[in-house]
C-alpha cells in the first residue's frame, strides 16, 4: 500500500477491484464504512461476482475475470476526453509533459522493439528525447503529439465504453456509473483511492494491471494524499517483510537486484554502475570516484543514488570483517544468478519436475495446494532427494508421498498414481512455533513493522523458526569449518554470531544487524541516510535502517512503541508512534503530493488533508508525516517520486521499467473463451509460455474458472482447516456457479460436481447462486465459475485443491501465475 | 443473592480502552452468584499481530501461568483494543487464534492441545510409508549434510561469462527455497542470508504466488 | 439500572463471522462441523447447543444489481420478558439488572421447556452436558466492565454494545438515515417486539426478509400452559388429597356414631 | 382403628382380577408414583431435598425416564397378553348408565360416610367408571407427550409446544385420580375391601354382591349359572 489501512477512513471514493476487502482483509471495511459514514464516501466494487464485499458497495460491477485493463484503459479515455483530470497535479507530479523518442510506437497489439522469436521487448525506443544536459524534454503545453499525454490519449482512443463492455462484459449503465463515480475524484479536494489484491497481479498481464492503476490515480491527482493512492491488500502477515528480505531469486534484500553473470555484474564496480541509474554513462574507475560523482549528484538518478551504500553495508553485515575493499566488500561470495535464466516459482518447479533440483526447503508454504499446476508441482516433489519441510502441521506438501495425496476423483493421463514406495524423496519435518509462541516483527501491508510478543510456550518440543535457522546456521557451519577451499568462504566466512551469552538465539542481535549498526561501536545507524559505501556501516536490510535507535544509553526497537495516539492535528490517522513504518516511518509515501507544487498552498478545498508543507523560514519539508522528497529541498526541486529516475509518476514506463510495454494493454488471458477485440494479440506477447500442449480451448473448455478466497480460510487453508472452529464455518471445498450454468448442466446446489482442466480434475461441492450471472461477451452468453483454494487433503476441513486445474503460466515481469481466469469444463459428480 | 460491586465500562466507538478496567460509575448487580468468575482477572494480555492477512490487526493473547509464571495453558485471544488499525475488532480468523495452539474437544468440551500441531520433529525415510519421531539434533545434523553433499556436488564457483571472462559465480542450482511469508522479518532475514551464503539462486517466498 | 445491551446494524456487517468464533473463544464451546449444504450458513440459520451465535446469509433476487445477499446475526434477543425463564421449572434462568436473561447451568435440568416456550427457539440442548446452553451477552464480561466477546471483536462495529436507550436513538437515527438512502424499508428490531429485545436490529429491510418473525408472539400452546394450567391446575390434587383426608375422617366418625363395625359393608 | 378392613380367607371369596390386570396394576403404581415424584421434583422449583432422594436432578431425571420406560413396556404387556380382559374392560365402561348416574349423585353422601342405597353395580361402579376413563387416558397422553419431550427433534415444534401442556394436564388430572382412587380403594371403610381384590385378585362374595350386584349376578350369580 502506498497508504495504509487506516488512511481509507479519508477516501471520498474507493474503487475496490480484484480485491473482496471485506473477506480478505475484513478490517479495511472499518476504515471504509467510516470514510462513508462520515464523508459520505463512495464505494465500488469490480467483480466477476457478488461477494460481501458487494455487499457494502454502493455501485457493484460485474466483469469477466482477465479484463480488468479493458476496463481501466476505458477509464483512462473517459477521464481524458472528460477532463477529469487533475491538471495541475498531472502537470507537475507525473511525466504527462516529457516527449518520447521518435522510434517508440505501437500496432496492431504489439510495442516497438518486438522480439517474436524470443517473446521478448527490444526496450531502447520505449525513452525519453533527452536535451544536452541529459534531461527528458518537456512540452508543458502537453500539446505536442510526442507527449507522453497525446501518446496515452491516442493509445486508449480505441478502448470507447461500448467496446470495453463487449470485452469486460460489464453492463454499460453499470460501467457508466462507475466511471462517472470514480473521475469525480479528479477534483482537486477530492482523493479516490483503489483497492487491489491477487485478482489484479495473478494474470498473464498483472504487473500492467497496476500500472493501469497508477496512471488512473495519477490522472485524478490521487496519488501521495490521504484517502488516496494505489493500495496493494498483500495477502500474507509478513509477505511485505519477506519480500523486503527478498525471499526472492530477482532482488537482494533492500530491493537491490540480485547479482547476474552478466558482464555488467562481474565486479562490484560494474555492479554499482549497473544497479544505480543515471550511472551508466558516466565515468569512474574506482569506488572513491564514484563516491565523488554521488557526492555532486547527477541527473536520472532519483534517490537509488544511494544503491552503493545499501549494497556494501548489506555485504558488510552478511560477511563482516571478511568484506573489506580488497576483496570488493566480499561482493564475490554472492551467489550470481544466470542472467539469462529465470528461477521464479514456476521456473523452479518446472526445473524440479525435470530431475534438475536435489533439495527443497519448505518453509511454512504449502505448494501441493497454493501451487499453480498443483498436479505437475506435486510430482515434481517427487523428485527431490530430500526435502526439509518446517510447519506447525503435517500440511498437504509434507504428506505429499501418503496415499491420500495420490487419490483423484477421475483417472487422468497427466497424474501418475504414486505410493509412497515409489517415492526416493527423503522428508525432513521440522515443527515450528506459532505466532504468539515466538516473538518477532511483522510488516503489514500498510508498510507498519509490529512487534509480536511471545505470549505462550511452544507446543511439544516444536520451535521457534529463528531457532531452527540459527541453530541450522549453526551445524552448516560447523560442517565446513574445516574447509579451507575458497569456494567455501562465503560460509566459512559468513557472519553468524546470534547468540546470546546462554548461547540461545537472541532476536535483538538480528534485529540489530537487519536495521544497520556502525562498524566501529554496533550502536544502531540512525536512518539510512548515514549508511555508508565503505565499510563503515553494516545493513542487512537499508529500508530497515532507523527502526532502531539509541537513546540514553538504551537500544529501542521502534517495533515495539505502542502509543496509539494520532500524531496527526486533523485526525488523519497516522499513528506515527504506533510500531515504525518503512521507509524512516514515513506513513504515506509520495507525501509531496499532499500540497500544491509550490509546497504552501493546499491543494484547493483540501487544507484538512495537507501531510508537509514547505516550511521557507526553516528551510525544509515539515509537517505530520515524515516527507517523501529532500528534506531541505524547495518546492520547485523537491521531486514527488525519489525512487524513480524521472522523480515524477509515470505514465509512459520508459525504459527497463516494464517487460511488456510502457502502456498498458488489453491481452487476454492465456486461456480464454473469446479472441482479443482490442488488438491482434490474443496473449501478452511478453509472457512466456511453459506448457504450450496444455493451453486450454474454448470448445473443451468453455467455462471462465476463476479462484479466490474466503474469510474463514486462509491461503492454502493449512493455517485454518486446522483450527476446528474455522472449519466448522467452511467446511468443505466448494464451487460458486450461477444458476443458468446449473440449470444447463443440471447441477444442484450443495451436491458434488466435477471440474476438468488439462491440467486435472477435480471434485467439490456446488454452491449454485444469483451472486454469479453469465457474462455477455460480444453477444454471447460466456459462464465464469469460482472455486476456493483453500482446501486439501489434511485438516479438520478437506477437499481438492483447486490448484490442481491452474495453469503454469504467469505474468510477463514477475512471473506471478495466472490464477484467475482459465478455461474448465464442469459436469455433475 | 449476592450482590457485589461491580465496575462497567462503557465501550464507545474508538475510543476503546486497553488494559485496564475503566471505572465509569455504574454498579452492576450481579443477579446469580452462578455468574462465573472472569478468568481473565488480572491476567495481563500478551500483545502480537495476527497471522493471517497482512492487515496487521494486533491481538491480544490470555494465558494462566502458575506461582512461578510458568505457562499453563491459553485462556482467550482476542483483537487488541490499543492497536489503531482494529481497534480491538478480530474477523473470524484473527477469533480463532486461540485454536492455533489448543481446542475445546467435541465430545467431552475439555481443552487440549490442537491435535494436529505436531510435536516432535519427524522423518521419512525414502520409499517408507511413515513418520519416524526424531531429535533436533539428528534432523539438524542430517539436514545439514544433506545440504553440504548437495551443495558440494552441485556448486558452481567460477563460471566464464559473456564477455569471456570468469568470473566467481558462487551458486547453486540444486537446492531451492520456498516460502517465509509467514515468517517474522528477523526470520526471514537469518534465512535470506543463510541460504544465499549457500549460494541457492533458486529462493522464492509466497509473494510471487 | 438502565438496560445493556447490543445495537446490531445490518448495513454494516459484512458477515465475517468473528463474532461467531469470538463466541467459541470467550464461551469455550467447541466447533461442530457439518458438512457444507450449498449455503455458506454452514449452521442452518440456527444455533446449536455450542453454538451461541450465527451469521444467516440469505439470498435472492434483486432489480439493481441482479441479486441481493443479506447477513443477519442471530442469537438470543434476552427478552425484557422472558418466556423461557417464566417456564423453567428450575429458576434456572434470571434476569440481570441491566437486562441479560441469564441461564444458569447448574440449575438446569435439560427438560427443554425453555426451548420450546422461546418465540424464536434459541435455548438448545446441550446432549455432552445434558443441559441447554444459550447466549449469555457475556455476562461475566459485562459484570466485570467488559463488552461482549462479539461486540468486542466486530470489525466494522456493525455491532455496539452500550446503554439500551442510547443506543435506540442511535437505530432510531440510522434507520432513518437508511430509508432516505436507499433502504426505503429501514426499520428497528427488538424495541417494542415482546414487550422489548434487550438486543437491538437496524433492518435494511422489513424484519421476514431477513427471517425474522415480523410480530413475535409466545407460542399458544406455551403462553396458555404458562397462565393458566401452570398456576392454577394443579390445585386439583390438593383439592382430591384434601377430600380423601376429609373422608378419612368422616367415614370414621359416621361409623363411630351408627355404632356400625361391620367391614366394608352397607346393610 | 384399621386402615383397611381385614383379609378374611376363611369367607367365599370371588375372583375380580386375573394376574396379569393386577401386576400391570401394581407395576403402574409403582412407575406412575415414581415418574410422579421425580416429575415433580423436576416440575417444582425448589424441591431440591425431593430430588436428593433420587440422586439429585440428574439422578431423577433418569428415574423418570427409566419409569416411563417400564411404564410403556407394563401398558403394553397388559394389552398384548390381557386383550380380552381389556375388551370386557372397556365393554362394561360402556355399560355406563342410568345406575352408574345415580351412583354419583349419591356417592359424595358415601365418601364422606353417610349410608346410602346405591342401586346395583357392573364390575366397576359409575366412580370405578369415571375412574377407569380418566386414569388410562391421561397415562396414555402422559406417555405420547412424554416421549414427544424426551425427542423433541424429531416432531414438529407445534406438536413439542402442545406437549408441554398435555403432559401437566394429565399429571395433574391422573394424580388427581391417583388420590381418590388410592384412598377409596383402600382406606375408605365401604370400598376397602376392593383392596384386596386388586392385591390376592379375589373379594368376599358377600362383598361382591352387595357392591358390585350385577357383575356379581352376570358372574357367579344366578345369572351365569342360568346360562
Known sequence: MTNHIVDLKNTDCALIMGSNAAENHPISMKWLLRAREQRNAKIIHVDPRYTRTSTKADIYAPLRSGTDIAFLGGMIKYIIDNERYHKEYVLAYTNASFLVKEEFGFEDGLFSGYDADNRKYDVSSWDYQYDESGLPMKDPTLQNPRCVFQLMKKHYERYDIDTVCQITGTPKKKYLEVLEAYSATGAPDKTGTIMYAMGITQHTVGSQNVRSFAMVQLLLGNMGRPGGGVNALRGENNVQGATDMALLFHIIPGYIDSPTNGPDNKDLLAYIRKATPGAGKLQFDTLEEFRELVKAGFPNSGFKINTSKWMISLLKAWWGDAAIAENDYAYHYMPKRDANKNYSHIAMFEAMHKGEIDGLFVNGTNPVVGGPNANKEQEALSKLKWMVSIDLWLNETADFWTYPAWERPVENENVPKLSAADIQTEVFFLPAAAVFEKEGTAAQTGRWVQYRWQAADPVGESKADLWIYNELGKKIKSLYASSSKPEDEAITKLAWNYDDEHGHDDILKVAAELCGVNVSDGLPVEGFANLKDDGSTACGCWVYCGAMTYKDGEVIYKTKLRDNKDNSKEGLGLFSNWAWAWPVNRRIVYNRCSISPDGVTPWPGDEKRVLIHWDAAAGSWVGDDVCDTGKTSPPEKALPFIMRPEGMGCFFAAKSSMKDGPFPEHYEPWESPTANAMNKQNLNPATKVWEPDKQGTPDKYPIIATTYRVVEHWQTGALTRNLPWLAELMPDMMIEMSEQLAREKGIKNGRKVIVSTTRGDIEAVACVTKRFKPFNIHGQEVHEIGLLWHYGFKGFATGDPANRLTPHIGCANTMIPEYKAFLCDVRRA | ?209 | MANLTNLYDVSKCTACRGCMVACKDWNQLPAVIEPFKGNYDTHGGDTNGDTYTVVRFIEGEDPVDGVYWKFLKYQCMHCLEPACMKVCPQGAYSKTSWGATFHDPEKCIGCQYCTYACPFMIPKYRKREDKISKCTLCVDRVEEGLTPACARTCPTAALKFGDRDELLAEAEERAKFLRANGFPRATIYGRVELGGLNKLYVLTDSPDKFGLPVDPKVPGQISFWQNWIQPYFGWLIPIALGGSAISFVTTRILANKNGDHTEGGHE | MQLIPEYKADVPRVERFNFLSRFTHWGHTVTFLLCLFTGLALFLNNVDWLAAIFGGYAGANLVHRISAVIMTIVVVIFVIGNFKVLIAWIKDILRFGMNDIKFLLLFPLEFLGFKVKVPPQTKFNGGEKGNSMVTPTAVIFLILSGYIMWFPTIFPAGLVRLAYPIHDIAMVLATMMVCMHGYLGSFHPGSGESFWGMWKGTVREDWAEHHHKTWYDETYGDKSKAE
Open chain 2, 1 to 209: 443473592m449476592k450482590v457485589t460491586r461491580r465496575q462497567f465500562l462503557k465501550v464507545t466507538g474508538a475510543t476503546a480502552a486497553s488494559f485496564a478496567l475503566v471505572d465509569l460509575g455504574f454498579n452492576l448487580q450481579a443477579t446469580a452468584s452462578a455468574v462465573k468468575e472472569l478468568r481473565i482477572k488480572n491476567v495481563t494480555p500478551v500483545p502480537t499481530v495476527c497471522p493471517y492477512c497482512a492487515s496487521g490487526c494486533g491481538l491480544v493473547v490470555y494465558s494462566e501461568r502458575d506461582a512461578e509464571g510458568k505457562f499453563v495453558k491459553l485462556l482467550s485471544v482476542h483483537g487488541d483494543p490499543d492497536n489503531p488499525i482494529n481497534q480491538g475488532g478480530a474477523c473470524s480468523k484473527g477469533a480463532a487464534m486461540f485454536n492455533l495452539r489448543e481446542i475445546y474437544d467435541e465430545h467431552t468440551g475439555e481443552q487440549i492441545v490442537n491435535p494436529k500441531r505436531v510435536q516432535k520433529p519427524l522423518y521419512r525415510a525414502a520409499g517408507t510409508d511413515k513418520w519416524v519421531e526424531k531429535d533436533w539434533d539428528w534432523m539438524l545434523d542430517q539436514i545439514a549434510q544433506r545440504v553440504k553433499e548437495t551443495r558440494d556436488n552441485s556448486f558452481i564457483h567460477k563460471e566464464t561469462i559473456a564477455d569471456g571472462s570468469e568470473v566467481i559465480v558462487n551458486r547453486t542450482e540444486k537446492i531451492a527455497s520456498i516460502g517465509g511469508s509467514g515468517l517474522d522479518n528477523e526470520e526471514c532475514y537469518l534465512l535470506t542470508k543463510m541460504m544465499r551464503a549457500l549460494g541457492l539462486v533458486y529462493l522464492e517466498t509466497q509473494a510471487r504466488i
